[in-house]
């Protein structure tokens, strides 16, 4: 059960930066934040409250680095500690390479972009955890028989 639970922390954390993602598009799109104040919302926000990566990248680019520097940092910091492979990450650090640098049509183009390609990754791995799930479940069964045969 322990490697179907990685899947589904890894679609948890997927599922977590689309709603990043999604809140950034709303933001810029509706409010026309301003990303050092679109930064300061998120991480305090109450639906991020508990997500450190947000809070890692307010930190990072408050302590003056760029943007895209901050978000790839603070990736690299939060990535040991999450259940996030390669297909994650680099979908996550290529968000950043256009992130407040355009004007509202395309920051919210660039949201949409990499909100659809993280939910397709997520559904992806919504799948695999069920495909796994039920396939770990059974070789448990089927172990459990083996070795009780073994000893009779």
């Not at 994650?88 to 950043?96: G, Q, R």
């Amino acid at each position: 059960m322990h490697l179907s639970a990685q899947v589904r922390k890894r679609v948890r954390e997927t599922e977590k930066f689309v709603r990043l993602l999604t809140a950034i598009q709303t933001q810029i799109e509706y409010a026309l934040t301003p990303t050092d104040s679109l930064l300061q919302k998120l991480s305090e926000s109450e639906e991020f409250q508990n997500f450190s990566f947000i809070h890692l990248v307010a930190q990072q680019f408050f302590n003056g680095d760029s943007l895209q520097t901050a978000w790839n940092t603070a990736l690299q910091k939060y990535a040991p500690s999450s259940a996030l492979q390669s297909q994650e990450k680099e979908l996550i650090s290529a968000f950043s390479e256009s992130f407040g640098s355009t004007d509202k049509y395309g920051q919210r183009a660039n949201c949409t972009f990499f909100i659809t390609q993280l939910e397709m990754q997520a559904d992806e791995l919504r799948k695999t955890a069920q495909t796994k799930s039920r396939l770990y479940c059974t070789l448990g069964i089927l172990s459990g028989i083996f070795f009780t045969i073994l000893l009779l």
